[in-house]
């Protein structure tokens, strides 16, 4: 069998199990079980598959039938240009989340920088690796998401500025910071059943949902955001689609903060910008 014939079987089955972007799927499986770069699997389509390389790309496209995510199959997901592993135990970092890089180096450059749920550690990684002279803090209540985190700093050199601690959201913080970001569970739990199979059977619940209340984590942080955040300093926040009125409305009810909102390249309000 060639790789191309192969390829065709495998679009025909992710296609009959509902997987959405089969062809994309399946080429990106194939380049992997094969070893090859973006460039290298067309001209080399016409070549037989070897019986290793065909048992890999077989489990690969079992694993994705099922709807693993291809992230978790492969272990890594590009982000801001970086690769970083990627597990079952963390959220896998999505394009949409690169607003809250964007709009963070669009300001003013900070010292001390803290990541509330920190999981695969793509933001604050991304961040210290951006500015060589800051110093961050990521913080989680999962011990192996710290680990996928730690693994994430070291391999992409910033390890010795990444400070990682176990805390339940600001529970074991304390000083301030000139930049705080989060990516807190913002879906309802009324709203999981109407998620993707990829997000509901293979992401971390706990980084999803947050409960009845999609909203109770902004909550939260906005009673204890001025005992962390400098005065010139900035929060980020993700949201979720439709919540920059819920959230815009919990900030100015606590203490006069200030709120402004960028959107990300689908036109949705995703970054909550958070500063006196």
């Given at each position: 069998m060639t790789r191309a014939q192969a390829l065709a079987a495998a679009i025909a089955r992710l296609e009959a199990a509902e997987v959405p972007?089969?062809?994309r799927d399946a080429r990106l499986l194939l380049r992997a079980a094969a070893g090859l770069g973006a460039a290298q699997l067309t001209p080399r389509l016409g070549a037989p598959i070897g019986t290793s390389e065909a048992q890999v790309f077989e489990a690969f496209i079992a694993a994705r039938c099922a709807r693993q995510p291809v992230s978790q199959i492969l272990g890594e997901r590009i982000f801001w240009g970086r690769a970083f592993d990627i597990t079952p135990d963390v959220l896998d970092p999505r394009p949409e989340t690169e607003t809250l890089i964007a709009t963070a180096l669009n300001g003013p450059t900070p010292q001390r920088i803290l990541d509330l749920g920190v999981g695969s550690g793509a933001l604050l990684v991304t961040l210290l690796a951006e500015w060589p002279e800051a110093q961050g803090l990521g913080v989680d209540i999962s011990p192996a998401a710290l680990a996928v985190a730690a693994r994430n700093a070291k391999k992409l050199g910033v390890g010795n500025r990444a400070e990682l601690r176990r805390s339940d959201w600001l529970s074991a913080v304390s000083?301030?910071?000139?930049?705080?970001?989060?990516?807190?569970?913002?879906?309802?739990?009324?709203?999981?059943?109407?998620?993707?199979?990829?997000l509901r059977f293979?992401?971390?619940?706990a980084a999803l949902?947050?409960?009845?209340?999609?909203?109770?984590?902004y909550r939260y942080l906005s009673v204890n955001l001025e005992l962390h955040l400098t005065q010139s300093g900035r929060a980020l926040f993700e949201?979720?689609?439709?919540?920059?009125?819920?959230?815009?409305e919990i900030y100015l009810e606590s203490k006069g903060w200030r709120v402004s909102f960028v959107k990300d390249m689908d036109g949705v309000d995703r970054c909550a910008i958070v500063q006196r």
């Open positions: 972007g089969a062809a000083g301030r910071f000139d930049l705080i970001l989060c990516n807190p569970p913002y879906i309802g739990a009324d709203e999981l059943a109407g998620l993707a199979p990829e293979w992401e971390p619940r949902s947050p409960g009845p209340d999609g909203l109770c984590v949201l979720g689609r439709g919540q920059a009125a819920g959230v815009q």
